[in-house]
């Protein structure tokens, strides 16, 4: 790739401001209230500060001549101003404690940033120098002052002398040089923006007349796909220019001529323009050329050589002169590909003698060559696309082979697909097939079609003739060809529509040969989505299936690992985790919390008189007790067996006895049927708090247990805390 091509690619990041800002600041504060520079202070206090900020500065210029390709955002460029103003007047008053006299250099250095910056940022730089001038004048602490004060001291009276001097040279050095010197220098960088913007619109324009692109698509794009697609065509333009320029040269030299000219159709096809040209002349034309006019009228209708012999002086059918040359003889060569005229090359001569047969051949072996350069450059470009789109492909693959929740599973497909192909609106539905719902779970758009589609997330709905619920029907992705052929077309329901649309698919998403759902990609303009982008599409969408499959597999393996499959309750070893991670964070807080372990009273006879069904369903019954009794931020646990345990964020013994006896008394209401009647149960609990029972883990656990015991044994159906063993 050339320096030339690189320049117009490259996509320069922009600096913004960072933490230096929050220094800057910092600094012109102490420098107004005199800690930092003052020669009142501590030599090792001045210089350490002086260090800090000559340091920062440095880094700062650092970093912007590393990326001196990229924009400054006007933010980065203010906090440097004020970082660069606020360490010349640190300098300034230090130096002034050794009777060195520095300040004209607070000017010059207003003038530099005033001349080279933005302009907010040049008055921020101004405003800055101001504000500490007046600042240090005011509390007493400028530099220069007779004796510098080193805190809140608002001066009685003020050097006005001093004062309305330096704020007058402020003024001139900040805003004359704006003036001066600062408004040609913007002017200059504005003008090689546009320059480059120009340079960049016209290599895609003469990229899209040799079909090194579709017409229109570029524009289109967005991001690193733009910049993948824009390298390759920069490169294959300055290929076909190379080619053209060498081959007229040749040309010209080879037949003796005064011209030789390349014209080509713009991308409508309706007006000519000179291509490449290699002439003695100094008369050629700048702009369009009608197809019609002159001699080239012939050769666009009978797309046939011409070669015109003799022509009178003053001749003024060749279009591709502003006024009448002395041309003799004219060979004119329709350059045609696939039946399609793409342009006319050109020869003339002043004198000697008319092209001959021979001559013809040479030219439409030039004009061929041409053509055979823009064809294999236009390959080279669609194989750099291609191999583009693949790595995105198996980028997209990696990536969903390592996602674990359907969450993830949306946001990586959304992502991926949008690196494959460019969509101004992309959605990913799930079916239910036990509910025969649909549900649209995961949106992306660019607000091309106008619409708040941010809603539609989330929404269910049933069998209908929409393109999403016929997709999963039968299993086949629509419309057909990616191409829409009705003016609105329903693609969820009636209420969900995006008008204008061309292009669209609705993919099946099929895990085991069942389909779980659709992926939906539409576009504003037409043929965004031919075969081998849908081929491709398919494939992801079929990883994108098998991922959400393993992603809800994950969840059910996660859920039976850490809940009770009986109550539904966190099982025993979710206990231990989550107890870990509450006391780790209450240790930070000292805020207390609460334990529980409780225990159904006489289980092993429930089972033995009713049976085990009935017992499991005493199980669940006290569980949902719990579930509905408890806070969300309480954790109710199947402790093992017909034992639970309950954590109670933070709450103290009075409010813990109260919860446990509420529990107590819920359970104990509980009524369960049997063969043999209805009956009772009761729980027994025990009540700790942390840290004031016991602050490790095991010997809290092992004192709540002490406690429920000691309920067991004396009677039952009674909550008992640590305090009263």
Same mark, same amino acid.
Not at 89 to 98: A, D, E, K, P
């Given at each position: 790739?050339?320096?030339?091509?690189?320049?117009?690619?490259?996509?320069?990041?922009?600096?913004?401001?960072?933490?230096?800002?929050?220094?800057?600041?910092?600094?012109?504060?102490?420098?107004?209230?005199?800690?930092?520079?003052?020669?009142?202070?501590?030599?090792? *206090?001045?210089?350490?500060?002086?260090?800090?900020?000559?340091?920062?500065?440095?880094?700062?210029?650092?970093?912007?001549?590393?990326?001196?390709?990229?924009?400054? +955002?006007?933010?980065?460029?203010?906090?440097?101003?004020?970082? @660069?103003?606020?360490?010349?007047?640190?300098?300034?008053?230090?130096?002034?404690?050794?009777?060195?006299?520095?300040?004209?250099? %607070?000017?010059?250095?207003?003038?530099?940033?005033?001349?080279?910056?933005?302009?907010?940022?040049?008055?921020?730089? /101004?405003?800055?120098?101001?504000?500490?001038?007046?600042?240090?004048?005011?509390?007493?602490?400028?530099?220069?002052?007779?004796?510098?004060?080193?805190?809140?001291?608002?001066?009685?009276?003020?050097?006005?002398?001093?004062?309305?001097?330096?704020?007058?040279? *402020?003024?001139?050095?900040?805003?004359?040089?704006?003036?001066?010197?600062?408004?040609?220098?913007?002017?200059?960088?504005?003008?090689?923006?546009?320059?480059?913007?120009?340079?960049?619109?016209?290599?895609?324009?003469?990229?899209?007349?040799?079909?090194?692109?579709?017409?229109?698509?570029?524009? &289109? &794009?967005?991001?690193?796909?733009?910049? &993948?697609?824009?390298?390759?065509?920069?490169?294959?333009?300055?290929?076909?220019?190379?080619?053209?320029?060498?081959?007229?040269?040749?040309?010209?030299?080879?037949?003796?001529?005064?011209?030789?000219?390349?014209?080509?159709?713009?991308?409508?096809?309706?007006?000519?323009?000179?291509?490449?040209?290699?002439?003695?002349?100094?008369?050629?034309?700048?702009?369009?050329?009608?197809?019609?006019?002159?001699?080239?009228?012939?050769?666009?209708?009978?797309?046939?050589?011409?070669?015109?012999?003799?022509?009178?002086?003053?001749?003024?059918?060749?279009?591709?002169?502003?006024?009448?040359?002395?041309?003799?003889?004219?060979?004119?060569?329709?350059?045609?590909?696939?039946?399609?005229?793409?342009?006319?090359?050109?020869?003339?001569?002043?004198?000697?003698?008319?092209?001959?047969?021979?001559?013809?051949?040479?030219?439409?072996?030039?004009?061929?060559?041409?053509?055979?350069? /823009?064809?294999?450059?236009?390959?080279?470009?669609?194989?750099?696309?291609?191999?583009?789109?693949?790595?995105?492909?198996?980028?997209?693959?990696?990536?969903?082979?390592?996602?674990?929740?359907?969450?993830? %599973?949306?946001?990586?497909?959304?992502? +991926?697909?949008?690196?494959?192909?460019? @969509?101004?609106? &992309?959605?990913?539905?799930?079916?239910?097939?036990?509910?025969?719902?649909?549900?649209?779970?995961?949106?992306?758009?660019?607000?091309?079609?106008?619409?708040?589609?941010?809603?539609?997330?989330?929404?269910?709905?049933?069998?209908?003739?929409?393109? %999403?619920?016929?997709?999963?029907?039968?299993?086949?992705?629509?419309?057909?060809?990616?191409?829409?052929?009705?003016?609105?077309?329903?693609?969820?329901?009636?209420?969900?529509?995006?008008?204008? %649309?061309?292009?669209?698919?609705?993919?099946?998403?099929?895990?085991?040969?069942?389909?779980?759902?659709? #992926?939906?990609?539409?576009?504003?303009?037409?043929?965004?989505?031919?075969?081998?982008?849908?081929?491709?599409?398919?494939?992801?969408?079929?990883?994108?299936?098998?991922?959400?499959?393993?992603?809800?597999?994950?969840?059910?393996?996660?859920?039976?690992?850490?809940?009770?499959? #009986?109550?539904?309750? =966190?099982?025993?070893?979710?206990?231990?985790?989550?107890?870990?991670?509450?006391? =780790?964070?209450?240790?930070?807080?000292?805020?207390?919390?609460?334990?529980?372990?409780?225990?159904?009273?006489?289980?092993?006879?429930?089972?033995?008189?009713?049976?085990?069904?009935?017992?499991?369903?005493?199980?669940?019954?006290?569980?949902?007790?719990?579930?509905?009794?408890?806070?969300?931020?309480?954790?109710?646990?199947?402790?093992?067996?017909?034992?639970?345990?309950?954590?109670?964020?933070?709450?103290?013994?009075?409010?813990?006895?109260? *919860?446990?006896?509420?529990?107590?008394?819920?359970?104990? =209401?509980?009524?369960?049927?049997?063969?043999?009647?209805?009956?009772?149960?009761?729980?027994?609990?025990?009540?700790?708090?942390?840290?004031?029972?016991?602050?490790?883990?095991?010997?809290?656990?092992?004192?709540?247990?002490?406690?429920? @015991?000691?309920?067991?044994?004396?009677?039952?159906?009674?909550?008992?805390?640590?305090?009263?063993?």
């Amino acid at each position: 790739m050339s320096a030339t091509t690189r320049s117009l690619t490259r996509r320069p990041q922009t600096i913004e401001a960072s933490w230096p800002t929050g220094l800057a600041m910092l600094g012109a504060l102490l420098y107004v209230v005199g800690y930092v520079g003052n020669p009142s202070l501590p030599l090792p *206090i001045n210089i350490a500060a002086a260090v800090v900020l000559l340091g920062v500065c440095v880094w700062s210029g650092w970093r912007a001549w590393s990326l001196r390709g990229a924009d400054k +955002s006007v933010a980065f460029q203010l906090e440097r101003s004020v970082l @660069y103003v606020t360490t010349a007047f640190v300098l300034v008053r230090s130096l002034y404690g050794f009777g060195v006299d520095t300040y004209p250099l %607070v000017y010059l250095l207003l003038a530099f940033l005033v001349t080279f910056q933005e302009r907010q940022a040049a008055i921020g730089a /101004v405003v800055a120098a101001l504000v500490l001038e007046w600042g240090s004048q005011l509390l007493g602490t400028s530099a220069g002052a007779a004796e510098l004060s080193a805190g809140f001291e608002l001066q009685q009276q003020l050097d006005w002398a001093s004062l309305t001097t330096r704020t007058a040279f *402020i003024g001139l050095f900040g805003f004359l040089s704006y003036g001066v010197h600062g408004t040609e220098v913007l002017e200059r960088r504005r003008r090689h923006r546009r320059e480059v913007e120009e340079e960049r619109e016209k290599m895609l324009r003469q990229a899209r007349e040799y079909r090194l692109l579709n017409s229109g698509r570029v524009d &289109a &794009a967005a991001g690193d796909r733009t910049q &993948a697609e824009e390298m390759a065509v920069y490169d294959a333009v300055e290929a076909v220019q190379h080619t053209t320029y060498v081959s007229l040269s040749l040309l010209k030299t080879a037949l003796q001529c005064h011209t030789c000219v390349l014209l080509w159709f713009d991308v409508r096809g309706e007006n000519l323009h000179i291509k490449e040209l290699v002439s003695d002349s100094d008369g050629i034309v700048e702009g369009d050329i009608k197809p019609a006019k002159g001699v080239i009228g012939g050769i666009s209708r009978r797309r046939e050589p011409v070669n015109l012999e003799n022509l009178r002086n003053g001749f003024r059918g060749i279009p591709y002169y502003r006024d009448p040359q002395a041309i003799k003889h004219f060979l004119g060569v329709p350059v045609i590909e696939n039946g399609h005229l793409r342009g006319v090359l050109c020869a003339d001569r002043k004198g000697g003698m008319p092209f001959s047969s021979t001559d013809v051949n040479v030219a439409e072996e030039a004009a061929a060559y041409i053509l055979r350069a /823009v064809e294999n450059e236009r390959m080279f470009t669609s194989i750099e696309r291609t191999k583009f789109e693949l790595g995105r492909f198996f980028e997209a693959s990696r990536r969903l082979n390592g996602v674990l929740t359907p969450q993830d %599973v949306y946001e990586v497909a959304l992502e +991926s697909i949008a690196g494959i192909v460019e @969509y101004d609106f &992309a959605a990913i539905t799930v079916f239910d097939e036990a509910d025969n719902l649909h549900r649209i779970e995961a949106l992306d758009h660019t607000g091309a079609f106008g619409v708040d589609v941010e809603d539609w997330q989330g929404k269910t709905f049933g069998e209908n003739s929409g393109l %999403v619920a016929m997709v999963v029907k039968n299993c086949h992705y629509l419309p057909y060809g990616g191409q829409v052929r009705e003016s609105d077309p329903v693609i969820f329901t009636r209420d969900e529509r995006l008008d204008a %649309v061309r292009s669209m698919l609705v993919l099946p998403l099929i895990a085991h040969d069942e389909p779980i759902g659709t #992926l939906v990609i539409c576009h504003k303009e037409a043929g965004q989505f031919g075969s081998e982008r849908r081929e491709m599409l398919e494939v992801v969408g079929n990883q994108v299936a098998i991922s959400l499959q393993n992603a809800r597999l994950y969840a059910q393996m996660e859920e039976m690992a850490t809940t009770d499959g #009986l109550t539904g309750l =966190a099982n025993h070893r979710s206990f231990q985790s989550k107890l870990d991670e509450v006391i =780790a964070r209450h240790r930070r807080t000292e805020e207390p919390f609460g334990l529980i372990l409780t225990d159904i009273d006489h289980f092993k006879s429930v089972n033995d008189t009713y049976g085990h069904p009935v017992g499991d369903e005493v199980l669940r019954q006290v569980s949902r007790v719990f579930k509905e009794s408890l806070r969300e931020v309480d954790v109710p646990c199947r402790y093992g067996g017909e034992e639970f345990a309950i954590i109670l964020e933070d709450t103290d013994r009075k409010g813990a006895m109260t *919860i446990a006896n509420r529990l107590r008394e819920s359970v104990a =209401a509980l009524e369960f049927q049997s063969d043999q009647g209805p009956f009772q149960c009761t729980i027994s609990m025990g009540v700790t708090i942390w840290p004031t029972d016991e602050r490790d883990k095991q010997p809290l656990i092992d004192l709540t247990d002490q406690a429920l @015991y000691y309920s067991k044994e004396h009677g039952r159906n009674r909550v008992t805390s640590a305090e009263e063993l």
